[in-house]
């Protein structure tokens, strides 16, 4: 009997917390969100896009050193452009950013070959372009600590070095200093 009635008394359980949340003058438009809310100790929201403004935007594009660099943001603009499917926000505030400095008609130089969707296994997601001349380029974002596990050389002021354990500390030390920094 228990199986039979487990989507009774789950929707049961899931109703009676709707109205104890409309007591509390919250609204629950879906109801699957009630065990999601039970199961959480904080919950943190910008309920109006007052703070966001329902908007990201991309202010900085860094090299290892962290210093804006436009083949940082000309790399991930190509990257955000060429990949298939929905692009998410951060994909947005690159292509606007880029856009400003005039990048968009980088897009007539290049034709996407591939990609490698993003996983959360491997968190990061990749495209293959190729410019006119036959250069092709695999161009990968994601999390900095998946990149820098995965990468074996590094550019700096123009010059390609052997990225060493240092380095990729230098860059971590970067890259933690501005996540704490928000």
Do not use: W
């Amino acid at each position: 009997l228990t199986p039979e009635m487990l989507p009774v008394v789950l929707s049961s359980g899931l109703a009676r917390g709707a109205i104890n949340m409309a007591k509390h003058e919250t609204i629950v438009k879906s109801q699957s969100s009630i065990s999601s809310f039970g199961e959480m100790d904080v919950l943190c929201t910008d309920k109006t896009g007052t703070i966001t403004q329902d908007n990201i935007i991309l202010e900085r594009y860094m090299d290892v050193n962290g210093e804006d660099d436009m083949r940082v943001l000309r790399h991930a603009y190509l990257n955000s452009y060429f990949q298939a499917g929905l692009k998410n926000l951060i994909d947005l505030a690159i292509i606007e950013r880029a856009n400003t400095y005039n990048m968009d008609d980088l897009v007539n130089y290049y034709r996407t070959v591939d990609e490698v969707p993003f996983d959360f296994a491997r968190r990061r997601m990749s495209v293959v372009v190729e410019d006119r001349s036959g250069k092709r380029q695999l161009i990968t974002k994601g999390a900095v600590e998946e990149i820098l596990n995965i990468c074996t050389y590094i550019d700096r002021d123009g010059e390609v070095f052997e990225l060493d354990d240092e380095t990729r500390e230098e860059a971590m030390d970067v890259y933690m200093q501005h996540n704490n920094d928000g």
